[in-house]
T-cell receptor, first 112, second 113 residues
Framework: DAGITQSPRHKVTETGTPVTLRCHQTENHRYMYWYRQDPGHGLRLIHYSYGVKDTDKGEVSDGYSVSRSKTEDFLLTLESATSSQTSVYFC???????????FGPGTRLTVT | QQQVKQSPQSLIVQKGGISIINCAYENTAFDYFPWYQQFPGKGPALLIAIRPDVSEKKEGRFTISFNKSAKQFSLHIMDSQPGDSATYFCAASSSGSARQLTFGSGTQLTVLP
């Protein structure tokens, strides 16, 4: 998985609780992305980062926030989890916009 | 909204046969078209990718055919094997917005032994 780890790998949480997912890379790549995967929708971009402290919104950013204080870590936070955020979350990295994106192993999140 | 439409949703082929998955896009700014392969419980893995300056790219048993005028591209898997059974996603991106990938909805391929 191209030097990408995600934690936790599985999480069950209750509606209304905050949740933070972590993506850690050892490749020193500049770009990092958070996607969610749902049946029938493929993968959809939530947020991305193009450098430390530089982030921007993707297609489905409502209800999510991100932070990147170090090159190697990209955090995704659900401030108040809802059942509609039950999904599998994938982190991806890319060296630059001229190179491919490589995906982590994913985090399965269930909001009850 | 930028979209990439993928078909079929599922595909069953016999071992040794040809698997064909099709995608169509709307945004003419897209200039990079990767295909990803995903096994259950794993993250998507880049399989093969093409840029619109060529009409075909082949890597082993996998070939991308690209039709710029029709805004369509397809993945052909020759001599399909049971180990190819996985979900395949097409995607597209443009040079702006940090190369955000827009994905198709996926095709679940089953290759029968």
């Amino acid at each position: 998985d191209a030097g990408i780890t995600q934690s936790p790998r599985h999480k069950v949480t209750e509606t209304g609780t905050p949740v933070t997912l972590r993506c850690h890379q050892t490749e020193n790549h500049r770009y990092m992305y958070w996607y969610r995967q749902d049946p029938g929708h493929g993968l959809r971009l939530i947020h991305y980062s193009y450098g430390v402290k530089d982030t921007d919104k993707g297609e489905v950013s409502d209800g999510y926030s991100v932070s990147r204080s170090k090159t190697e870590d990209f955090l995704l936070t659900l401030e108040s989890a809802t059942s509609s955020q039950t999904s599998v979350y994938f982190c991806a990295i890319s060296e630059s916009t001229h190179y491919e994106q490589y995906f982590g192993p994913g985090t399965r999140l269930t909001v009850t | 909204q930028q979209q990439v439409k993928q078909s079929p949703q599922s595909l069953i082929v016999q071992k040794g046969g040809i698997s064909i998955i099709n995608c169509a896009y709307e945004n003419t700014a897209f200039d990079y078209f990767p295909w990803y392969q995903q096994f259950p419980g794993k993250g998507p893995a880049l399989l093969i990718a093409i840029r619109p300056d060529v009409s075909e790219k082949k890597e082993g048993r996998f070939t991308i055919s690209f039709n710029k005028s029709a805004k369509q591209f397809s993945l052909h898997i020759m001599d399909s094997q049971p180990g190819d059974s996985a979900t395949y996603f097409c995607a597209a991106s443009s040079s702006g917005s940090a190369r955000q990938l827009t994905f198709g909805s996926g095709t679940q391929l089953t290759v029968l032994p």
